[in-house]
């Protein structure tokens, strides 16, 4: 079983800058993917981002790119968002999530909101 919690939402202005934390604990959650999704009000949840268990390969959605960045502390077992010149199109609960793939789906955090004010 893996435990997911995030950490680092809040509220910011557009241009601004946040970064979440997904903390993981468990017997296997090194050796799983991490992902990140988010979900805003009447969408539909999408993927944001993800690295591979040992942080040698990341992806993108291509509305993040350039703007966001994924990174893991083996040792913390903690997988961090880089959230860089946040827009207002940003506001959503970000979700992480673990699993086996590049898209992981298996264990579910409980969301942590990032609101981008224009």
């Known amino acids: 079983q893996v435990q997911l919690v995030e950490s680092g939402g809040g509220l910011v202005q557009a241009g601004g800058s946040l970064t979440l934390s997904c903390a993981a604990s468990?017997?296997?959650?090194?050796?799983?993917?991490i992902g990140w999704f988010r979900q805003a009000p009447g969408k539909e949840r999408e993927f944001v981002s993800s690295?591979?268990?040992?942080?040698?390969?990341?992806t993108y959605a291509d509305s993040v790119k350039g703007r966001f960045t994924i990174s893991r502390d083996s040792a913390k077992n903690t997988v961090y968002l880089q959230m860089n010149s946040l827009k207002p199109e940003d506001t959503a609960v970000y979700y992480c999530?673990?699993?086996?793939?590049?898209?992981?789906?298996?264990?579910w955090g409980q969301g942590t909101q990032v609101t981008v004010s224009s």
């Open positions: 999530a673990a699993g086996w793939t590049m898209s992981p789906n298996n264990y």
């Open positions: 690295i591979n268990w040992s942080g040698s390969t990341s």
């Open positions: 468990g017997c296997t959650a090194s050796n799983y993917a």
